[in-house]
């Protein structure tokens, strides 16, 4: 695999003290990575909507040091110095100082914050790395002034799945595939890219609300369920399906057709859990509640002709995504109905974005 072009030439340009703010944004799998292998190598391509309201927000102050054997950083997260975050921070400086040297040469402030509530169940790494992603980037950018826009999102995504593999498709939108594919023109295992092919207006402005269903903390981390797929006994038909299902997806995102849509997009977060509840230690991560939003919307859509559809991640909150136009019906259904099964009544209304926003 050809890492060599993500190493940073050293350069003769000189920084000694910059500051840059990014937003990244969060994403939701449609077909979804579930399994990896070393150094965070996807076993199935995966592709994701990229979301617009939930997203990170992350400054980094960079202040020219002389030159240490490891990244030297404070952690902020909401204002709070946050030192229980930074082992995960540090290991992931650690594998990216390789295509990154200038770090060690760097003290660095980190100050994060969310736009979605803390402890809400909504995953925060795929957010939360791809804003120091680009941050660094934009240091580079100051280093080596001739690199290219695209450049910078390519290595960014690269530099963000080594923090979290989600991460590489939170950089750009609205559509985001990770992972070799032969479909996907210049796919990599390495970075997301976006999604090649003309999306079909339907897919335009698409919404995604999320209900908080249950908003502790993470029963299964992201390392340990990853691991749930080795020696799993069906992990090779579930890499090969999720390969099967982006390569239908590619064409239903261009054509349109939204019942195929729903049927793929429902299949997929179901086959997620379903290699839980079949791994070994096992894991059951829907709530009572999931299951019962599930049949409110399967209702609804029966009974109204409707386009809403769920997807879930490794947790037992729920996306439920639909069509713009139906915006209006759906939320009020969200509002007066699915509201009831969410904790304290909250949930998020959200729809698909373009990805990272410098500030
Ligand atoms: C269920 O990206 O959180 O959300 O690479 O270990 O950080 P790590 O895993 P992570 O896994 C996300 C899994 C998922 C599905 C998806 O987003 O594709």
């Given amino acids: 695999m050809n890492t060599a072009e993500f190493k940073f030439q050293s350069s003769n340009k000189s920084v000694q003290n910059l ?20 150094p965070q190598i996807p076993k199935n391509a995966s592709i994701s909507f990229t979301l617009n309201n939930c997203h990170t927000t992350t400054t980094i102050e960079f202040s020219k040091i002389a030159k240490n054997e490891n990244a030297q950083f404070e952690l902020f997260f909401e204002g709070k110095k946050k030192d229980d975050f930074k082992p995960k921070i540090a290991n992931f400086f650690e594998r990216i100082q390789e295509y990154c040297s200038y770090i060690l040469e760097y003290n660095m402030v980190i100050s994060s914050e969310n736009s979605f509530p803390h402890s809400s169940g909504i995953a925060s790494s795929a957010s939360g790395m791809s ?40 950089i750009e939108g609205p559509l985001v595939v990770w992972g070799k594919h032969a479909k996907i023109e210049d796919s990599s295992d390495l970075f997301g890219v976006k999604f090649p092919y003309k999306a079909h207006p339907i897919f335009e402005n698409y919404c995604d609300t999320i209900l908080l269903v249950d908003k ?37 995102l261009q054509n349109g ?14 086959t997620l859990h379903a290699m839980m509840l079949t791994s070994n230690p096992y894991f059951i991560l829907m709530k009572p509640n999931t299951l019962e939003v599930i049949n409110k919307i399967w209702e609804y859509r029966n009974e109204n002709d409707s386009n809403i559809c769920f997807t879930l991640d490794a947790g037992a909150n729920v996306h439920v995504l639909y069509p713009n136009s139906e915006k209006t019906d759906i939320e009020l259904f969200i509002k007066n109905d699915l509201a009831n099964y969410c904790q304290k009544n909250q949930y998020i209304c959200d729809s698909v974005g373009l990805g990272a926003k410098p500030q």
């Fill in 257 to 270: 057709d939204i019942k195929n849509f729903i049927n793929l997009v429902e299949s997929e977060a179901l």
């Fill in 131 to 170: 804003a120091i992603a680009m941050c660094l980037m934009s240091l580079e950018k100051q280093l080596s002034p001739n690199i290219t826009e695209s450049f910078i999102n390519k290595k960014a995504s690269f530099l963000a799945r080594l923090g979290s593999g989600s991460a590489s498709r939170s």
């Fill in 19 to 38: 500051s840059v703010t990014w937003q990244t944004p969060s994403n939701i799998a449609l077909v979804k990575y579930w399994g990896k292998s070393d």
């Fill in 216 to 252: 502790g903390e993470k029963q299964v981390s992201s390392t340990v369920g990853h691991n749930l797929m080795y020696n799993h006994p069906y992990a090779e038909q579930r890499f090969l399906q999720a390969n099967n299902n982006l390569e239908k997806l590619t064409e239903i």
